[in-house]
């Protein structure tokens, strides 16, 4: 499907920016996450808990959004990981060329990402992927995703690999972890 990409706007977003557009981000969120309310895990409010109290306190975090028509049609937001021997420590099993780099080199962690059901299916996502990923200094990115996700197949058409599972807190559901090498 061919995409218009002048009809979405992208712009980045520093912490106190994105706390700014919460009613936005939390609708996006609510809407792509929809068929998963009966998980409180996935609730907007504990999303929202999360982004504010865990993610957006790191020193680097960023957010990209897309706008279209003036409104959000989706976002990804992520932040320097602080254990990058363990995601290397799986990821140098798919990537082997990781060995020869430091077990603490730095990780980008892909923290978030939804786009509005409205405006899927227009490539927008990858558009919205690329960009948070495109001016990160890091070599290897790592995300979580849900088990049952069937966007796992789109990150894969992206480059990403499955490298294992986690369960990231006590209250989430067992995710499966991904990793893409960056330029």
């Excluded at 994105?18 to 939390?26: M, V």
């Excluded at 992520?78 to 430091?102: D, W």
């Amino acid at each position: 499907m061919s995409t218009d990409e002048t009809a979405l706007k992208v712009v980045r977003y520093n912490a106190a920016e994105t706390l700014l557009h919460e009613d936005d981000i939390k609708t996006v969120y609510l809407a792509s996450h929809q068929p998963q309310q009966d998980n409180p895990w996935y609730s907007p409010a504990k999303f929202w808990e999360r982004l504010e109290e865990l993610y957006a306190p790191i020193p680097d975090f960023e957010l990209v959004a897309g706008w279209c028509d003036g409104q959000m049609a989706g976002y990804a937001f992520g932040t320097s990981y602080r254990r990058p021997k363990e995601v290397r420590a799986k990821a140098v099993q798919v990537f082997p060329e990781l060995a020869a780099e430091t077990a603490d080199a730095p990780v980008y962690i892909f923290r978030e990402f939804s786009v509005h059901p409205d405006h899927q299916g227009q490539g927008y996502a990858r558009i919205i992927h690329d960009a948070l990923l495109s001016e990160r200094p890091e070599r290897l990115a790592y995300l979580l995703v849900r088990v049952e996700n069937p966007a796992k197949s789109i990150y894969e058409s992206w480059g990403w690999q499955a490298i294992g599972q986690a369960q990231p807190f006590a209250d989430s559901p067992v995710m499966d972890e991904m990793a893409k090498r960056l330029a």
